[in-house]
């Protein structure tokens, strides 16, 4: 089992920089393709990056590539979303997921869930 926590989330400018932390406890993080998913109000839980198990590939909405980086440290158990360049629409609760065998940006397919953390960005 995997469990996630968000932090870093809060009040930016717009054209500001944010970063996202999801800390993971369980033997098996390792093992776990790793995402971030948002979802704004009236809207549908989105994609937003994803990163294998061991951290070599990464993949990105293409509303988000350019400016957002995701990371993660195995033997610290993290997950990191490097978010720059912000504007109003990235403004939505930000959620970690984990999974053993997802589709990396589905998320219907992934098995754990942290519980969000909340990102405003201000114009």
């Known amino acids: 089992q995997v469990q996630l926590a968000e932090s870093g989330g809060g009040l930016v400018q717009a054209g500001g920089s944010l970063r996202l932390f999801c800390a993971a406890s369980?033997?098996?993080?390792?093992?776990?393709?790793m995402g971030w998913f948002r979802q704004a109000p009236g809207k549908e839980r989105e994609f937003v990056a994803a990163t294998s198990a061991s951290g070599s590939t990464a993949y990105y909405a293409d509303s988000v590539k350019g400016r957002f980086t995701i990371s993660r440290d195995n033997a610290k158990k993290t997950v990191l979303l490097e978010m720059n360049s912000l504007n109003a629409e990235d403004t939505a609760i930000y959620y970690c997921?984990?999974?053993?065998?997802?589709?990396?940006?589905?998320?219907?397919?992934?098995?754990?869930w942290g519980q969000g953390t909340q990102v405003t960005v201000s114009s």
């Open positions: 997921a984990a999974g053993s065998l997802p589709s990396l940006r589905s998320a219907a397919t992934y098995t754990y």
């Open positions: 369980g033997r098996t993080f390792s093992t776990h393709a």
